[in-house]
């Protein structure tokens, strides 16, 4: 059977609906498993049920981790939170590590693994940390703005055979401070960290580019969802 990869939903708070990017779920069934979108819960037991049934967890991009997670007070309208998914998001990750499940963040993805796991981020990049760097382009999405910097050695690396990587970028906020659960595998040009590992896990990646906007176009996108889905063998 194809493994099962359960995706953090979407949220929309203005018509307080749960919602999909195709990109995510496509780049998943193409590597070769299939994906299903996790109900917007907070109830533990569904969730650690939930996550017991999958083989992967993919940590999806969307609004502002909460800077409560990191012990910090948000920036006023700068910072556009959803706590109910903060909460549910740290109650799913916390399983999946239990339970040695592969896990997957990108976007938001990279911010709530850095935050839940003891990191800090930066809440607006153009505020805190001003650069040059094109961090939040406009459409075309899966079109590359700007490179990263990848560490030789890293499982990255290994994986995409390049110590340099054009990526896209769609964010304001970022890694600031690297959780000492995990490993940097690439930065960017101007120092902001674009992908980190849990190297005691057998895979716990995130990137802060958007892989599932240009896996239709790129074959090193394709080969992250791969790299992913592998690891569940």
């Not at 700068?78 to 903060?86: A, M, N, T």
């Not at 990263?148 to 906020?173: F, M, R, T, W």
């Not at 990646?205 to 176009?217: L, Y």
Request: hydrophobic share 40%; net charge negative; proline share 7%.
């Amino acid at each position: 059977m194809k493994p099962l990869v359960g995706v953090m939903p979407l949220w929309d708070e203005e018509r307080n609906s749960i919602w999909m990017l195709p990109g995510y779920m496509d780049g998943i069934a193409q590597a070769g498993a299939t994906p299903f979108i996790f109900p917007f819960s907070c109830d533990r037991k569904e969730l650690a049920r939930l996550v017991r049934m999958c083989d992967g967890i993919l940590f999806t991009g969307g609004q502002d981790v909460s800077p409560e997670l990191y012990r910090e007070a948000p920036m006023g309208s700068l910072v556009s939170c959803c706590k109910k998914r903060d909460e549910m998001e740290t109650i799913v990750l916390r399983e999946a590590l239990e339970n040695e499940k592969s896990v997957l963040g990108i976007c938001r993805g990279i911010q709530l693994i850095n935050a839940a796991l003891g990191g800090t981020l930066y809440q607006d990049i153009p505020t805190q940390c001003p650069s040059e760097i094109r961090h939040h382009q406009k459409p075309p999405y899966h079109v590359p703005v700007h490179s990263v910097k990848i560490a030789a050695g890293s499982p990255l690396y290994d994986c995409l055979q390049v110590g340099e990587l054009q990526v896209n970028s769609y964010h304001h906020q970022a890694v600031k401070t690297v959780s000492p659960a995990l490993t940097v595998m690439a930065v960017s040009p101007d120092g902001i960290v674009e992908a980190v590992y849990k190297p005691d896990q057998r895979f716990v990646w995130a990137v802060q580019w958007h892989p599932e906007f240009s896996c239709q176009t790129d074959a090193d996108s394709r080969k992250i969802f791969h790299a992913f889905i592998k690891s569940m063998e």
